[in-house]
């Protein structure tokens, strides 16, 4: 088709060209001759031949080229079907390969049946001969000894039964008695090797804390104008400040550490600062909770430290932390816990087990006791609550949950951390029963006001004698408040043991504020 149209352009384009030719020499020189037609209309066929020519020239070319491409292309086809007819081939021998033996298994496992089958008669045939012989040679033993194969089985039994359990007896109290004197003597040692190796510093925690004040006159402005700094102060911290004829000196006391402790900052920053007054108490107050919380973060940490672990969940560093502020039986619990770390990896590295697990589970042992009121039940069962939530092993959870025996020990570590922890409790003037058991029973009482609904915050005062308990304004009205505290010493009536009697107050508090522009 391309050489068609070609060809077809060159014969206009030749005689178009004539045709202007003759147009122009016919207007140039009129009286042209026919020799010049004739000299010119051979000159445009000899032009047309030409063009011709090479169209022809140029058609043959792309033909060629085609009729190469187009016998490339089929001898690749014919490659590609016969590598796919190889292929298919093969395929058909595989399979043909396969079929056979799978027909020559077939065949195998036949004759394989068929021999079992013989086998399994012939099985059958020699059992029931051995069991007719058996009958009569037990029926000729029976009748040649007197007894019956029932009664000889028994006699026999007892007699091995007797010898047996007599040397099992003495052999079971040899191996216990030399056990026991091993393990003994073993315990021993590696308790004495903890106790020597590891000697820690203790000092009993007390109740009241004394705050050291410049002057008597600062100690006036503490209290306020008919003390209403003092019971702000109180109303914040939930402590109790004692106000004596000591000069230069106020006595904070409070059953909860923290608590205590962010009083005593609290007055601290107060004396420094100067300018005191409830809104200012309340601002400090604050200030100092976030300054302990540092605090309690930063012990924890160093106490993670200490012990060489790694990797401590931080709100389990926090929790670690807040024990630097609690005690148990008077004993300070972050440093009985750091205790209990260092013995049970000293024990453990004698037993030749895992001093990193140790000392970890040792360490978080008590975990459950640095959370809030919040949190119901055992401190075992929580602190292992709480440290399989932020990721620690099953084995450490186990021990924490263990430690006190409320659950089965179930491994060497479990039982290590028990005994590390009694090592610990065990050691002379680590503990006091009395100030232990006084604090549970403030502990109880604020518990039980904290049940009843719209109270906000409760704090047991003057020794356990006074409970003051702050309600919120917008679910407890003026009557409610009366009502509640019926109820409350109803509760603690009912729920609680005491000496004498304790007062309930109930603080119902209605703040309104605007700004002056």
């Not at 570590?413 to 006091?432: K, T, W």
Request: overall charge neutral.
């Amino acid at each position: 088709m391309n050489i068609v149209i070609l060809i077809a352009v060159a014969i206009v384009g030749a005689g178009l060209g004539w045709w202007l030719g003759r147009k122009g020499a016919t207007a140039a020189a009129p009286a042209a001759t026919d020799e010049s037609i004739a000299k010119l209309r051979s000159a445009a066929e000899a032009e047309a031949a030409e063009i011709r020519r090479s169209a022809e020239l140029a058609g043959q070319e792309l033909a060629a080229k085609r009729k190469t491409e187009l016998d490339d292309e089929l001898r690749q086809r014919k490659g590609e079907l016969a590598k796919r007819e190889e292929a298919l081939g093969q395929r058909e021998r595989d399979l043909e390969r396969q079929r056979k033996d799978h027909e020559r298994r077939a065949g195998d496992l036949d004759k394989r049946e068929r021999s079992a089958e013989g086998k399994a008669k012939q099985v059958d045939a020699a059992l029931e001969k051995a069991e007719a012989a058996q009958a009569a040679a037990k029926a000729r033993l029976e009748e040649v000894a007197g007894l019956s194969a029932d009664a000889a089985r028994a006699r026999l039994e007892d007699a091995v039964r007797g010898q047996a359990q007599a040397a099992a007896a003495a052999e079971i109290k040899r191996i216990t008695d030399e056990a026991e004197r091993e393990s003994q003597a073993r315990a021993k040692t590696i308790i004495a090797t903890a106790i020597q190796r590891y000697a820690s510093e203790f000092v009993h925690e007390r109740t009241v804390a004394v705050v050291t004040l410049p002057s008597d006159d600062m100690k006036g402005r503490l209290i306020g104008r008919e003390g209403r700094n003092i019971r702000a102060l109180e109303a914040a911290t939930g402590i109790d400040v004692i106000i004596d004829d000591t000069t230069e000196a106020l006595t904070i006391s409070c059953f909860n550490p923290v608590r205590r402790e962010i009083a005593r900052l609290a007055i601290g920053a107060l004396v420094a600062d100067g300018r005191i007054h409830p809104t200012r108490i309340e601002e400090v107050v604050r200030k100092a909770e976030k300054d302990v919380d540092k605090v309690c973060r930063e012990a924890g940490e160093q106490a993670v430290f200490d012990l060489g672990l790694h990797r401590v969940h931080p709100e389990l560093v926090r929790l670690l932390g807040q024990l630097k502020l609690r005690s148990s039986y008077a004993q300070n619990l972050l440093a009985h816990s750091v205790e209990v770390g260092y013995l049970a990896g000293i024990m453990a590295a004698e037993l030749g087990q895992n001093v990193k697990l140790a000392r970890r589970a040792g360490l978080l042992h008590d975990i459950g006791k640095g959370v809030d009121h919040e949190h119901e039940g055992d401190h075992a069962d929580i602190g292992a609550q709480l440290a399989r939530k932020h990721g620690e092993s099953p084995k450490v959870c186990q021990a924490i949950a263990a430690h006190h025996g409320t659950v089965p020990a179930t491994s060497v570590l479990d039982h290590l951390v028990a005994a590390a922890n009694e090592l610990s409790a065990a050691r002379p003037g680590a503990r006091r029963e009395a100030l232990a058991s006084y604090i549970k029973r403030l502990e109880d009482v604020e518990a039980i006001c904290r049940r009843f609904t719209g109270v906000g915050k409760a704090f047991a005062l003057q020794a356990g004698r006074e409970v003051r308990v702050m309600v919120q304004s917008d679910q407890v009205d003026d009557a409610g408040a009366v009502v509640m505290s019926r109820e409350l010493a109803r509760a603690i009536e009912s729920e609680s043991s005491y000496p004498g009697a304790v007062r309930v107050v109930v603080v119902r508090e209605t703040r309104a504020s605007d700004y002056a522009r």
